[in-house]
């Protein structure tokens, strides 16, 4: 179960634990992916919070493409405006008084900060004490976003007491593999629930941007894949042409070609010393294409049964391939968790985050995960953890060596 917890795109800056930043991760918390800045229009957000000081600073974070934009105003009387320019409604934080991108958070302080859709519309928003209780007025995005977070809530609340329940466990418990596969059957009930409300919420709303939002998050689910086809079809030739649409036609083909059975999609990154390495290049072995990254704690708990699994299985044809998400500044993080973890084996990445290259083409929105490779580079399994990885690479060295007997 603990292996499950899978770091998602946002990161909630709060002191919480890492069960209840899966929990927000898993069922609130909106992963976007940048939008380009095509024909432009005019946004300006009003804000109004009693208890801020004169001199108290706003930051504004955002992303287009690849880019992180930012803005600050000073408050004036609890007032503070931003002005710009977007075509679509994009993901965004306001911070009090420290832009957390640049200046990080001490560990174990909090601070002040809000998250919201910053669309190119005129809007308000108030609050008597703290940008956390910010009330939006006037915005067609964050009213629809709102509405589904309250139909959300009831599987967060579900998730909580799911979690809550495991953490209760025994050790030896948490260390059973049938109780973690009942826990994690669970969880990926409650997941898949939630990726049907979204689809259902996106097919009453087609004739809005946010159903993109909707339609972008549920592609997560490939059971819904066909449903998910079939709302996009209804879309307009105007939320067509958004570049988070095109996002979804990518991620539906992904899911397609990444199905178990299907020949992996190849790409070729760059290892630590600069080689360039293909996946292509395993070919004869049994491959685990593992998806990590340095900052990701539930990867790092992981790291231990597949080092296990390396170990066990090298010599009998099995080695592994691990593609880091670590980000541009994070180069250093990633050799040195690679030496602490005793990772072994071949690692690569582009050093782009979450727009890594490879993990766009097999449709990556959490970590760990990874893919079990024949060795005609067919996908045979996913997302083995912990004793489902070894007793699955048992079973196929078991039978191989009977086949050769």
């Not at 050093?351 to 959490?366: D, H, M, P």
Request: neutral net charge; glycine residues 4%.
């Amino acid at each position: 179960m603990k292996n499950r917890l899978q770091h998602m795109l946002d990161t909630d800056l709060s002191a919480h634990s890492r069960m209840a930043l899966r929990i927000k991760q898993s069922l609130t918390a909106l992963l976007l992916f940048p939008s380009m800045l095509m024909a432009q229009h005019s946004f300006k957000v009003e804000g109004k919070v009693d208890a801020l000081k004169n001199g108290d600073k706003i930051f504004l974070v955002y992303h287009l493409e690849d880019q992180q934009i930012t803005d600050s105003v000073v408050v004036q009387e609890g007032r503070f405006i931003f002005k710009g320019k977007l075509e679509y409604p994009v993901y965004s934080s306001l911070f009090l008084n420290r832009n957390p991108y640049v200046n990080k958070l001490p560990k174990g302080e909090t601070m002040d900060f809000f998250r919201f859709y910053l669309e190119p519309a005129a809007f308000s928003m108030m609050a008597p004490d703290s940008l956390k209780h910010l009330e939006i007025k006037g915005s067609v995005t964050n009213s629809l976003n709102k509405e589904v977070l309250a139909l959300l809530k009831p599987n967060e609340d579900k998730f909580d007491a799911l979690y809550k329940e495991y953490n209760a466990l025994p050790e030896e418990q948490k260390k059973d593999a049938k109780v973690n596969e009942g826990f994690d059957a669970r969880e990926k009930l409650l997941i898949t629930e939630s990726n049907q409300l979204r689809l259902d919420f996106a097919k009453k709303h087609l004739d809005t941007y946010f159903s993109l939002i909707c339609l972008q998050q549920a592609t997560a689910e490939a059971t819904l894949n066909s449903e998910i086809e079939a709302a996009y079809n209804r879309l307009s030739p105007t939320l067509k042409k958004a570049p988070l649409a095109k996002d979804i036609l990518v991620r539906l083909a992904a899911v397609k070609s990444t199905q178990i059975g299907k020949t992996a999609p190849d790409f070729q990154q760059t290892t630590p010393d600069g080689k360039q390495v293909k996946l292509s290049d395993f070919r004869s072995q049994y491959v685990l294409l593992d998806f990590w990254a340095s900052w990701c704690g539930p990867c790092r708990e992981e790291n231990p049964n597949v080092v296990a699994a390396y170990k066990q299985f090298k010599e009998k044809g099995f080695t592994v391939l691990g593609v880091s998400l670590d980000g541009p500044s994070q180069r250093e993080a990633w050799l040195k968790a690679i030496e602490k973890d005793q990772l072994n084996w071949t690692q690569v990445s582009d050093l782009k985050g979450w727009s890594n290259e490879a993990a766009k083409i097999y449709n990556i929105r959490a970590i760990p995960a990874n893919f079990l490779l024949d060795p005609n580079g067919n996908i045979i399994a996913r997302d083995l953890r912990g004793k489902a990885l070894t007793d699955k690479l048992a079973e196929i060295f078991k039978s191989t060596t009977a086949g050769g007997e």
